[in-house]
């Protein structure tokens, strides 16, 4: 059986460098997954993430959604599996391009101070992350990153779904996430080491996304494969629900600014052209890309992609370079 791809990215600054772009490179081309361990985000600022996130959904959450599956009736009747729910309970906190964490009712300011630094390092993962793609793909640093921005002054769309997935009576009955691929750029998961549910789609069989402490798992979303043009994938994923113990999942998305162009890298393209392998992408603009996904997030990405090729039109025919973006933002929480 294949083994999971763990990256160590403590091994970057040694011998084994070549080795780890290796791994992160397989990883990428045929998983659309790999968790990281030795990050560089603080275990101690991780931990106090996980216990008060843990005392937020006791305090404030787990009785309301307990009261709403008691209202909905949500599997209580249920004879097939529901495909039209999940069973999770959930809240956003959206930090780039403007911040709303002061906004999201009932949370402690020490959470919501937690909540900024954390965010602070992910956001700092995700643009070195993205570096790390871009020296496996051949692009110059910062590429991808840019490519994100939207506009001179453009910024990435960067936010967290913070998660938990209650126990559920009836797992075989409900998920807790419906299988889905990721619409954005690039995805960061802190989720529960010590219960399990996340799992990945790969030659037709779903694999689980073992919980590590104090990793990030990372997955590609669905704009990295068109700027990518496939050779990198998002991958269908999901979350089982477990019938005794409630899941923790905090996933933080960095993804284009909604004015963004995408649209498959140049420099891989002539690649391609001259090895006569030759599939391309649609270019678009990332907000109709979204619209489009809404309404079809739990269906198949390749009817999202040919709607895209559909609508492409004369004031995007002409691709651009992508601006340069601020050398150093910060997510501003």
């Known amino acids: 059986m294949e083994q999971f791809p763990v990256v160590d990215l403590g091994k970057l600054n040694g011998e084994e460098r070549s080795s780890t772009m290796e791994l992160i490179k ?106 790390l793609l871009c020296e496996n793909l051949g692009l110059e640093k910062g590429y991808l990153k840019s490519a994100f921005y939207g506009g001179v002054n453009g910024s990435p769309t960067f936010g967290t779904k913070v998660s938990n997935y209650p126990p559920c009576p009836k797992p075989e009955m409900i998920k807790g996430l419906r299988p889905h691929t990721d619409a954005g750029g690039i995805i960061l998961l802190f989720q529960d080491d010590k219960v399990s549910g996340l799992q990945l789609l790969k030659h037709g069989q779903w694999i689980d996304v073992p919980p590590i402490k104090h990793s990030i798992v990372i997955n590609l979303g669905d704009q990295l494969e068109v700027i990518t043009n496939g050779k990198y994938k998002s991958v269908e994923h999901r979350v089982i629900a477990q019938p005794d113990a409630n899941r923790m999942s905090i996933a933080s998305f960095y993804n ?49 992609f040919e709607a895209m090729k559909a609508m492409e039109s004369k004031d995007i025919n002409i691709i651009r370079p992508y601006p340069n973006p601020n050398p150093n933002p910060m997510a501003t929480v």
Not at 31 to 48: A, K, R, T
Not at 103 to 128: G, H, S, T
Not at 271 to 293: A, C, G, L, Q, S
Request: aromatic share 12%; charged share 35%; with cysteine.
């Open 26 to 131: 397989d990883a990428c081309e045929n998983w659309g997954f790999f968790e990281l361990v030795n990050h560089g985000i603080s275990y101690e600022l991780m931990d106090n993430v996980e216990r008060m996130t843990k005392e937020h959904y006791n305090k404030s959450m787990e009785q309301r959604f307990k009261e709403m599956v008691e209202t909905k009736g949500l599997i209580k009747d249920a004879e097939s599996e529901i495909n039209d729910a999940d069973w999770e309970s959930t809240f956003f906190v959206r930090h780039l391009p403007v911040s709303n964490i002061s906004e999201i009712p009932e949370l402690d300011n020490c959470y919501r101070e937690v909540m900024r630094e954390f965010a602070k390092e992910i956001e700092e993962l995700a643009e070195q992350v993205l570096d």
């Open 256 to 304: 284009p600014g909604s004015d963004a162009l995408i649209y498959p890298a140049l420099e891989l393209l002539e690649r391609e052209e001259e090895e006569e392998e030759m599939t391309t992408y649609p270019k678009f603009v990332f907000k109709d890309y979204m619209n489009i996904y809404a309404g079809l997030k739990f269906q198949s990405k390749e009817p999202r």
